[in-house]
C-alpha cells in the first residue's frame, strides 16, 4: 500500500502529461485558428459549407472515388533479436489496420521470447477513430500472457501526433478484480540523412495493484529507453541496429531480483523495420 | 536506389536511378519503338501521323505494353499511344466521337475545358455511367470555342497510366497568331507503380514520396551559419504546427519519370525550325499530379494563350504550368543551334526536356534543377506574413521578425500592397472546426496574383504570374454578379484527406448554381499545398485583387494562404465535376458536384 502510494504521483504525473499535451494540442488550435484575431480585419465569420440549395442527390452510376475506400497497413516497427547482460532472444512491437478515415479496426501486439519461451505478450484490438487533426481516440480490449495467469483488460486511450512531431500512445486499462494500468510509449524520427533514420523510443508501464503472479508490482513498474539507427532502403524496409535500456521499479523490481532476473538490464538490438 | 540527385548534392544518383529520371531514349509505346523519336504532332510544316482531324472520330480505349525505365508495364491509351492521338476540330463544326471500350473495367473521356452539353462531358457519376467494358459511347457536339485543350480518363487512376491526349480546336476563319511551325508540348508524369499503390501509400504516410525533408545535416548547416538560435526559432513554427517546409507535392521523382510529348528525357522529343521562324508551342499540363517549371534557356517566351484562351502577349523567360493547364508560347530563334525546353518538377526531383533544333539529333545543354525550395511564411499564412498591424494579432512568440530566408527560403514576394492589406476578410465554414480532415485554416490569407509561387520568387528571370495574363476582349460577361459562393480548400496532409470546406465528396452535398445566374467563386486555400481548381462546363474567369477581370481560364491554380475570386456564368445547365486536377487529391475528397437548373 505504501509503495502504491509512494507511485500514485508519478502516475498521475503521466496521466497529466499526456491530456495535457492533447489539450494545449487542442487550445493552441483554438488560439492559432478558431479564435478571431485580434486585429479586427482578420476576424473570421461563420458561415455553412451547404450551397445545395436543397436540391438532392441525384444518381451515381459509376461514380469512383476512393475517398472512403478501406485501406489495411501492417506495421512490424520492431522486429528483432537482442542481446541483454543476462539473456537474449527476440522481441517484436507490431500494429495493424483496417479501415476507412472514420473507423479503423486497430490491433497491436507486442511481445518478448527467450530461452524459447514466451516471456510476455500484449494483444490489443482496438475501435480507432480519429478525434482531432493529429489525434486518434481508440477504445477495445487488451489480453496479456506469458509469465504467470492470463490477464483481460479494458482499452480506452489515445493515438496521435504531438507538436514537435513526438508519436504519442497513452492508454489506460481497466481488469478483472479491480485491476488499472496505464500505458504510455513515445516514438521520435530524426532524419541524419533522407534515410538514415534515428529513433530515440520511450516507454512506460504502471499498474494500480500488484499482480506478483505476473511480477508486477504496483504503480510505476517498467519504463524503456531505446535509440535504434534504421537505414530506409526502401519507405516499407529498413534494417536497424540499436540499444535499449530497461528498467524495472520498486516492487516489481523486487519481485524480478526473486526470480532472478535483473532490475535494470542494458540491450543491444538488431532487427527490422517493415510494413506493407 | 531510387531517388533523385539535387543540386545541393544531398543525394547520389546511382546507375539504375538515372535511367530511372531519364527513362530510357526510345521508351514509349512500340509506335515509338519502331523508331519513333523525329517530331510528333506538328501541327504545321512536319509530321503530320499521329494527328485525327475533321468531325468523325473514332477512338479505341485498350492497353499497350510500354517501358519509359527499362522496365515494361502495361499502360492505358488511346489508339495504342500514349499520349493518345492528337485531336483537331474547327470551332463551329459539329464533331462525332465514337470511344469503344477495349478495357475489362469502366472507362470515361472527359473534353476538358470544352463547353458542351453536360451528358457529353464524360464525367461516370455525374455525366453518365461511364463506358462499360466492349460499349462505344457516341460523343456528339458542337464545337463553340477554339484554342489549346485536351483529353483525359474521368475513371478511377487510368489517367495516371497514360489515357490523355491534346485537343487543339482552329479558329473558324484564319489563326490570329501567326506562327510558321506550331507544335504540341504535352507534359505528363509517368510512374512504373499502379497508382492505387501510390495512393494507399500516400494514405498511410504522407511523406512517402518526400525525399527532400529537412535533416539534421540542413540543421547543423544552419547552426554554423545563423546560430543555434536562430537555427531553432527557424525550425520552431513549423515543428510545432507539425508540418513540414518542404512540403511541395504529394507524389515526386521518387516515382515519377517525367515525360514531354510521350518522350523520357533521354528520348528527347525534338522539334524542328529555321532560325527566325515564328514557332508555336502549345504547352499541355497532362501530369496527374505535378507541377512544371517550363524554360527555354536562351528565348524569351511569348506567351499568347492561357487555358486556350487568347492574351495579350507577354513576354516572360519562364512559366510554371499546374496539372491540366495549358499556355501557348511564341518563340524566335534566330541561332542556328539547338534549344532545351526545359520543364522541371516543381519538387525539383526531375524534369520534362525536349530540344528545339534546326536539324534532327541535335542538343543543347540541359539545365541543372534548380534549388529545392521551401515554403515561406507567406505559404503559411499569406497577409499575415508581410508583416504590419496584422501580426499582432499573432498570438505566436516565433513569428515576429521570423526569417526563413536562411537556408534557402525566399523573402515575401514583391508586393504592390501597401502594409496590412492585401488580405481580405475570410468566413471559414461550420464544418472546418473540430474536424479531423482539416490541419490548417488561414485568417489573413494573401490575394494578390503577382506572386509566380514557391521556388520561382526572386530567381532572376521573368516569371509569369496571373496577374500577367489578361484575356484579350476581356470579360464575356458583363452583367454584374449576383451571388456569391464561398469555398475554403482544406486537408490533412497526415491522414491525406483533401476536401471543400473540410468535407471529403462523400461528405458533402452538390453546390447548386441557378441557371442564368452570374456567380463569384470565392476561394481560399487554407492548406499549405497548390491546388488546381477545375470547374467542368463552364469558363472560370479570374478577377484581380480588386474585383476587375483578369483572364478566362477553365482551370486555377491556388497557392497556399491563398484567396482568389473567379466568375462564373451560370448558363449550362445540368450537372457538373468540380474538383482538384491533382488526382490524389481528387481520389481523396476535393470533389465536388455542380448542379445548374
Not at chain 1, 162 to 177: D, R
Not at chain 2, 165 to 188: F, H, K, T
Request: aromatic share 10%.
Amino acid at each position: 500500500m505504501r509503495r502504491f502510494f509512494w507511485h500514485a504521483p508519478v502516475m498521475m504525473l503521466f496521466v497529466l502529461a499526456t491530456t495535457r499535451v492533447y489539450a494545449q494540442d487542442a487550445m493552441r488550435g483554438m488560439d492559432r485558428h478558431a479564435m478571431p484575431m485580434q486585429d479586427a480585419g482578420a476576424s473570421s465569420e461563420i458561415r455553412s459549407p451547404d450551397y445545395s440549395g436543397d436540391i438532392g442527390d441525384g444518381p451515381m452510376t459509376g461514380m469512383d472515388m476512393r475517398g472512403d475506400a478501406p485501406l489495411g497497413m501492417l506495421l512490424f516497427d520492431r522486429l528483432e533479436y537482442f542481446d541483454g547482460r543476462d539473456d537474449h532472444g527476440a522481441a517484436f512491437d507490431m500494429q495493424a489496420w483496417y479501415g476507412n478515415g472514420a473507423n479503423k479496426l486497430w490491433l497491436k501486439a507486442e511481445g518478448e521470447t527467450a530461452a524459447g519461451r514466451l516471456r510476455d505478450l500484449r494483444v490489443e484490438a482496438l475501435w480507432d477513430r480519429p478525434v482531432g487533426a493529429f489525434w486518434d481516440m481508440q477504445a477495445g480490449v487488451r489480453h496479456d500472457a506469458g509469465i504467470g495467469p492470463d490477464r483481460n483488460w479494458a482499452a480506452f486511450g489515445v493515438q496521435g501526433l504531438a507538436p514537435y512531431g513526438f508519436e504519442l500512445q497513452a492508454t489506460v486499462y481497466v481488469g478483472q478484480s479491480g485491476r488499472t494500468a496505464l500505458r504510455f510509449e513515445s516514438e521520435y524520427e530524426l532524419l541524419l540523412t533522407q534515410r538514415l533514420i534515428l529513433q530515440p523510443r520511450f516507454e512506460a508501464n504502471l499498474y494500480g495493484r500488484a499482480d506478483p503472479q505476473r511480477r508486477i508490482g504496483s504503480g510505476l513498474s517498467d519504463a524503456a529507453l531505446g535509440l535504434r539507427l534504421r537505414y530506409e532502403f526502401s519507405r516499407q524496409l529498413a534494417p536497424y541496429l540499436g540499444v535499449e535500456f530497461e528498467r524495472r521499479f520498486g516492487e516489481t523490481a523486487t519481485l524480478a531480483r526473486d526470480a532472478g532476473e535483473p532490475a535494470f538490464d542494458a540491450r543491444l538490438v538488431a532487427g527490422l523495420r517493415l510494413w506493407f | 536506389m531510387k531517388y533523385m540527385k539535387r543540386n545541393d548534392g544531398l543525394s547520389v544518383p546511382m546507375p539504375s536511378r538515372r535511367r530511372f529520371v531519364q527513362g530510357l531514349a526510345l521508351g514509349g509505346t512500340a509506335a515509338m519503338l519502331g523508331g519513333f523519336v523525329e517530331p510528333a504532332w506538328a501541327l504545321a510544316g512536319s509530321d503530320q501521323r499521329r494527328v485525327l482531324s475533321g468531325t468523325t472520330f473514332n477512338l479505341e480505349i485498350g492497353k499497350t505494353e510500354v517501358n519509359f525505365t527499362g522496365k515494361p508495364r502495361i499502360a492505358t491509351t488511346v489508339n495504342g499511344q500514349l499520349p493518345g492521338p492528337l485531336l483537331r476540330w474547327r470551332e463551329g463544326s459539329n464533331v462525332t466521337l465514337r470511344v469503344t471500350n477495349r478495357l475489362r473495367v469502366p472507362t470515361s473521356i472527359h473534353w476538358h475545358g470544352i463547353l458542351l452539353p453536360f451528358d457529353m462531358d464524360g464525367v461516370p457519376g455525374v455525366s453518365y455511367p461511364g463506358i462499360a467494358p466492349g460499349e462505344t459511347f457516341v460523343y456528339r457536339f458542337p464545337v463553340k470555342q477554339s484554342g489549346t485543350y485536351w483529353y483525359h480518363a474521368h475513371s478511377g487512376f487510368q489517367e495516371q497510366t497514360g489515357l490523355y491526349g491534346p485537343l487543339i480546336i482552329d479558329p473558324p476563319g484564319n489563326e490570329r497568331i501567326r506562327a510558321d511551325r506550331d507544335y504540341v508540348v504535352m507534359l505528363n508524369d509517368w510512374s512504373d507503380e499502379d497508382p492505387a499503390a501510390i495512393f494507399a501509400h500516400l494514405k498511410k504516410r504522407g511523406d512517402y514520396y518526400n525525399r527532400g525533408e529537412l535533416t539534421a545535416r540542413d540543421f547543423f548547416g544552419d547552426v554554423s551559419r545563423v546560430g543555434l538560435k536562430q537555427a531553432l526559432a527557424e525550425r520552431k513554427m513549423w515543428n510545432e504546427m507539425r508540418m513540414s517546409p518542404r512540403d511541395l507535392v504529394d507524389v515526386t521523382g521518387a516515382t515519377y519519370t517525367y515525360l514531354m510529348n510521350g518522350a523520357t528525357p533521354a528520348g528527347n522529343w525534338t522539334g524542328l525550325f529555321k532560325p527566325g521562324e515564328r514557332v508555336r508551342l502549345r504547352f499541355i499540363n497532362g501530369s496527374s499530379n505535378s507541377f512544371f517549371d517550363v524554360r527555354i534557356p536562351g528565348l524569351k517566351l511569348s506567351v499568347v494563350a492561357a487555358d486556350g484562351q487568347d492574351v495579350e502577349p507577354i513576354l516572360v523567360d519562364e512559366f510554371r504550368i499546374a496539372a491540366a493547364e495549358t499556355c501557348d508560347v511564341i518563340v524566335q530563334p534566330q541561332e542556328d543551334r539547338a534549344y532545351t525546353v526545359f520543364a522541371q518538377s516543381m519538387s525539383r526531383d526531375g524534369y520534362a526536356r525536349g530540344t528545339l533544333a534546326p536539324r534532327p539529333g541535335m542538343k543543347a545543354e540541359v539545365p541543372r534543377l534548380d534549388p529545392l525550395p521551401l515554403l515561406s511564411m507567406t505559404d503559411m499564412m499569406g497577409a499575415m506574413a508581410r508583416g504590419g498591424h496584422a501580426m499582432q494579432g499573432m498570438q505566436h512568440g516565433a513569428m515576429p521578425g521570423m526569417d526563413m530566408g536562411g537556408h534557402g527560403s525566399e523573402p515575401s514576394p514583391p508586393t504592390h500592397l501597401p502594409v496590412g492589406e492585401g488580405s481580405a476578410k475570410v468566413r471559414h465554414a461550420r464544418s472546418e472546426y473540430g474536424n479531423p480532415n482539416v490541419d490548417l485554416r488561414v485568417e489573413t490569407p494573401r490575394t494578390n496574383l503577382d506572386d509566380p509561387g514557391v521556388g520561382l520568387r526572386d530567381n532572376g528571370r521573368r516569371v509569369l504570374t496571373y496577374a500577367d495574363l489578361h484575356t484579350i476582349g476581356g470579360s464575356l460577361y458583363p452583367d454584374p454578379v449576383t451571388r456569391e459562393i464561398e469555398l475554403h480548400l482544406t486537408g490533412n496532409m497526415h491522414r491525406f484527406t483533401w476536401g471543400f470546406d473540410g468535407l471529403k465528396f462523400s461528405q458533402a452535398k452538390p453546390i447548386h448554381f441557378r441557371y442564368g445566374e452570374h456567380l463569384r467563386i470565392i476561394l481560399v486555400n487554407d492548406t499549405m499545398m497548390t491546388h488546381p481548381i477545375h470547374l467542368h462546363g463552364m469558363w472560370s474567369e479570374l478577377e484581380s485583387p480588386d474585383e476587375q477581370f483578369q483572364v478566362r481560364k477553365h482551370t486555377i491554380s491556388v497557392q497556399p494562404a491563398q484567396r482568389i475570386t473567379y466568375r462564373v456564368q451560370a448558363d449550362a445547365l445540368g450537372r457538373w465535376a468540380y474538383h482538384c486536377h491533382l488526382l490524389y487529391h481528387m481520389e481523396a475528397g476535393m470533389f465536388r458536384e455542380v448542379v445548374v437548373s
